[in-house]
């Protein structure tokens, strides 16, 4: 923008069209002004189709440091991409005072205050030392003329609503309680930003353990449709409650395969069993027979399961749903998933993802218990993990664990010590489905010489394919039997060979995503994907209480190798059957307590549409 000596009126309208005045950088604009940005001057703002920029009319007289007599300019912020801005506000006009205006705006003022119209637009930036913490920005723009401010602001809100993939509403589930019963303290931080961007909530504070259950498994289509998401603020556990919700009666897939061999393979002859269309599977052991139900709550009845659905449901919302997604504002004791979908634990990062509408797929495990009624018929019991299932050491740490709510999360710190010292291990027997991939554990080469094997790990560790913004792996569409097993519609798994491995085992895990938090931070596999359709199942054996504390601690270390032992196998597989014998422990599915004697899972790959982009490391 041109001006001539001290002819510049704070209060003109300087908004002009593309026009000659205009440099070759300006030809693309679609607005151009002369406006006031707070604590920065007077600037020429221009929007483009892709976004704002400015530049300052004049250096700013403290933008300026010299050293060893050079000059040098300190960066400031002059661009905002239009992806990047969840909400554009008018300010109703107030007095400035003529202090805090440019120099050259203040001989051009008389009296000390000015009355000015503002507008704000508001974003965020990406965090120097954190890339996937994104910060709270704000840019507020004056001027003198309300019709100025109003133009900028309407041409604005017009680009935002281009933005299709941006939530307009959404359910919100608040657990209380959760983590450090920050749930609520959480919410509150956040929803302005909610407010700001315009979209609609709806919150509910669950006031009973299985209220979120109930609630996503009994909402009708009509409104489950009328919603864009829907908003955990908790942790992994209550996300799972949200989940399974969602899932459980309106998920139409086949059960997971079981090996030949296996006892309920009876009816499915070691194929997927599917459920007759109006067949309705309930848990029906007694609370006594069955100590630890689906979801903890005294008087509640264990879920209705079905692969199919009443008239209202099944038809009118299709599972997988690309335009429905979930979203999770943290607030829990480890909140793995939304480190592993966002990159930080962040509710303000979490928020910001959800209002810009972001996207990314996520894998989900279906876990389903064997159970032999007093009429031995076979009565499956089914519930969907979005990051781990865990056996032995893990369900026994998530039960120790109950006993010491009280102390918050330290009681999982406290727990775990108490169960590592008592060092229990059990006797099971673990199937899982050999797909021709490559060997991932390191016992084959147990027997290589010291300085080989410490140079294979570090090789192991540069050639990790770490999950993040964008993956390659992830965004890979099935084009081979070893993918296309873990789609929705699984061929027959009887063209893949079942491998078995029976023993005492410490622990038992299956980790959907790496589980990173901020006591592991490489989680429990590094190079676990977030949709590539595979489970990472690893055994560890029964050893001395040094080596599994040596096993423990790697997990801790960043670039650790905790699946480098003789006695952990790796073993990556779409999916797994388990069946123990003599004492038997919990299985601990997404913080959860989940008790079966037999059990078999596989993966569904992207089952499930998340707001967020993966982690930017």
Same mark, same amino acid.
């Given at each position: 923008?041109?001006?001539?000596?001290?002819?510049?009126?704070?209060?003109?309208?300087?908004?002009?069209?593309?026009?000659?005045?205009?440099?070759?950088?300006?030809?693309?604009?679609?607005?151009?002004?002369?406006?006031?940005?707070?604590?920065?001057?007077?600037?020429?703002?221009?929007?483009?189709?892709?976004?704002?920029?400015?530049?300052?009319?004049?250096?700013?007289?403290?933008?300026?440091?010299?050293?060893?007599?050079?000059?040098?300019?300190?960066?400031?912020?002059?661009?905002?991409?239009?992806?990047?801005?969840?909400?554009?506000?008018?300010?109703?006009?107030?007095?400035?005072?003529?202090?805090?205006?440019?120099?050259?705006?203040?001989?051009?003022?008389?009296?000390?205050?000015?009355?000015?119209?503002?507008?704000?637009?508001?974003?965020?930036?990406?965090?120097?030392?954190?890339?996937?913490?994104?910060?709270?920005?704000?840019?507020?723009?004056?001027?003198?003329?309300?019709?100025?401010?109003?133009?900028?602001?309407?041409?604005?809100?017009?680009?935002?609503?281009?933005?299709?993939?941006?939530?307009?509403?959404?359910?919100?589930?608040?657990?209380?309680?959760?983590?450090?019963?920050?749930?609520?303290?959480?919410?509150?931080?956040?929803?302005?930003?909610?407010?700001?961007?315009?979209?609609?909530?709806?919150?509910?504070?669950?006031?009973?353990?299985?209220?979120?259950?109930?609630?996503?498994?009994?909402?009708?289509?009509?409104?489950?449709?009328?919603?864009?998401?829907?908003?955990?603020?908790?942790?992994?556990?209550?996300?799972?409650?949200?989940?399974?919700?969602?899932?459980?009666?309106?998920?139409?897939?086949?059960?997971?395969?079981?090996?030949?061999?296996?006892?309920?393979?009876?009816?499915?002859?070691?194929?997927?069993?599917?459920?007759?269309?109006?067949?309705?599977?309930?848990?029906?052991?007694?609370?006594?027979?069955?100590? /630890?139900?689906?979801?903890?709550?005294?008087?509640?009845?264990?879920?209705?399961?079905?692969?199919?659905?009443?008239?209202?449901?099944?038809?009118?919302?299709?599972?997988?749903?690309?335009?429905?997604?979930?979203?999770?504002?943290?607030?829990?004791?480890?909140?793995?998933?939304?480190?592993?979908?966002?990159?930080?634990?962040?509710?303000?990062?979490?928020?910001?993802?959800?209002?810009?509408?972001?996207?990314?797929?996520?894998?989900?495990?279906?876990?389903?218990?064997?159970?032999?009624?007093?009429?031995?018929?076979?009565?499956?019991?089914?519930?969907?993990?979005?990051?781990?299932?865990?056996?032995? /050491?893990?369900?026994?740490?998530?039960?120790?664990?109950?006993?010491?709510?009280?102390?918050?999360?330290?009681?999982?710190?406290?727990?775990?010590?108490?169960?590592?010292?008592?060092?229990?291990?059990?006797?099971?027997?673990?199937?899982?489905?050999?797909?021709?991939?490559?060997?991932?554990?390191?016992?084959?080469?147990?027997?290589?010489?010291?300085?080989?094997?410490?140079?294979?790990?570090?090789?192991?560790?540069?050639?990790?394919?770490?999950?993040?913004?964008?993956?390659?792996?992830?965004?890979?569409?099935?084009?081979?039997?070893?993918?296309?097993?873990?789609?929705?519609?699984?061929?027959?798994?009887?063209?893949?060979?079942?491998?078995?491995?029976?023993?005492?085992?410490?622990?038992?895990?299956?980790?959907?995503?790496?589980?990173?938090?901020?006591?592991?931070?490489?989680?429990?596999?590094?190079?676990?994907?977030?949709?590539?359709?595979?489970?990472?199942?690893?055994?560890?054996?029964?050893?001395?209480?040094?080596?599994?504390?040596?096993?423990?601690?790697?997990?801790?270390?960043?670039?650790?190798?905790?699946?480098? /032992?003789? /006695?952990?196998?790796?073993?990556?597989?779409?999916?797994?059957?388990?069946?123990?014998?003599?004492?038997?422990?919990?299985?601990?599915?997404?913080?959860?307590?989940?008790?079966?004697?037999?059990?078999?899972?596989?993966?569904?790959?992207?089952?499930?549409?998340?707001?967020?982009?993966?982690?930017?490391?």
């Amino acid at each position: 923008m041109e001006r001539e000596g001290n002819d510049y009126d704070l209060g003109g309208d300087k908004s002009l069209p593309v026009s000659s005045s205009l440099d070759d950088n300006d030809k693309n604009s679609i607005l151009n002004s002369t406006l006031l940005l707070d604590h920065v001057g007077e600037v020429t703002l221009t929007f483009h189709s892709n976004g704002l920029s400015w530049k300052l009319m004049e250096p700013l007289e403290n933008d300026v440091s010299s050293c060893l007599g050079i000059k040098y300019v300190s960066k400031i912020v002059t661009e905002i991409k239009l992806s990047d801005i969840y909400a554009v506000e008018l300010i109703d006009n107030r007095l400035t005072h003529i202090s805090n205006l440019p120099r050259t705006t203040e001989r051009t003022c008389s009296g000390h205050d000015i009355k000015m119209y503002y507008f704000t637009v508001h974003g965020f930036i990406r965090s120097k030392n954190q890339p996937s913490q994104w910060i709270l920005a704000e840019y507020t723009f004056g001027h003198k003329h309300l019709q100025t401010c109003q133009m900028w602001v309407n041409q604005l809100n017009e680009s935002l609503k281009l933005e299709i993939e941006r939530p307009k509403n959404l359910l919100v589930f608040v657990h209380p309680r959760s983590g450090k019963s920050n749930g609520c303290r959480n919410w509150e931080a956040v929803a302005p930003i909610f407010s700001r961007a315009k979209v609609e909530t709806k919150v509910i504070v669950t006031e009973r353990a299985g209220q979120a259950f109930d609630m996503m498994s009994n909402i009708t289509n009509k409104e489950l449709n009328s919603y864009d998401g829907v908003i955990a603020v908790g942790g992994d556990g209550f996300f799972n409650e949200i989940l399974n919700g969602f899932l459980s009666p309106r998920l139409k897939a086949p059960y997971p395969p079981t090996p030949p061999d296996f006892v309920h393979s009876a009816k499915d002859n070691g194929d997927s069993l599917v459920v007759d269309e109006n067949e309705i599977l309930e848990e029906t052991s007694s609370q006594s027979e069955d100590q /630890f139900p689906l979801i903890s709550s005294p008087n509640q009845r264990a879920p209705k399961i079905s692969n199919s659905n009443s008239e209202d449901k099944a038809p009118e919302f299709p599972v997988p749903n690309e335009w429905f997604r979930f979203g999770i504002i943290p607030a829990g004791s480890t909140d793995a998933i939304v480190i592993c979908t966002t990159g930080t634990r962040d509710p303000i990062t979490s928020a910001l993802h959800i209002v810009l509408g972001k996207k990314v797929h996520l894998d989900i495990a279906q876990v389903v218990r064997w159970k032999t009624t007093p009429r031995s018929e076979v009565e499956p019991f089914v519930r969907y993990a979005a990051s781990f299932s865990g056996y032995g /050491f893990y369900g026994d740490v998530i039960t120790e664990s109950e006993k010491y709510r009280w102390m918050g999360p330290k009681r999982y710190d406290y727990a775990g010590t108490m169960v590592f010292l008592k060092h229990r291990s059990y006797e099971a027997e673990i199937s899982y489905l050999d797909v021709g991939l490559e060997e991932t554990n390191s016992t084959s080469k147990r027997n290589r010489e010291s300085s080989l094997l410490q140079s294979l790990k570090a090789q192991r560790r540069a050639e990790r394919c770490i999950c993040r913004i964008n993956c390659k792996v992830c965004n890979e569409k099935p084009n081979n039997a070893a993918t296309e097993i873990c789609s929705l519609t699984p061929h027959l798994y009887s063209e893949k060979r079942w491998v078995k491995s029976k023993g005492r085992f410490l622990s038992v895990g299956a980790a959907v995503i790496s589980c990173r938090n901020e006591k592991a931070p490489d989680g429990l596999v590094a190079d676990a994907h977030l949709s590539d359709g595979f489970l990472h199942l690893i055994l560890i054996k029964d050893c001395t209480h040094a080596s599994y504390l040596w096993h423990l601690t790697q997990f801790t270390r960043r670039g650790g190798s905790p699946l480098n /032992f003789k /006695f952990v196998e790796h073993h990556k597989t779409p999916a797994f059957s388990f069946t123990s014998s003599g004492n038997e422990s919990v299985w601990n599915v997404d913080g959860e307590m989940f008790q079966a004697h037999q059990l078999s899972a596989q993966v569904f790959r992207g089952l499930v549409c998340m707001f967020a982009t993966g982690p930017a490391v």
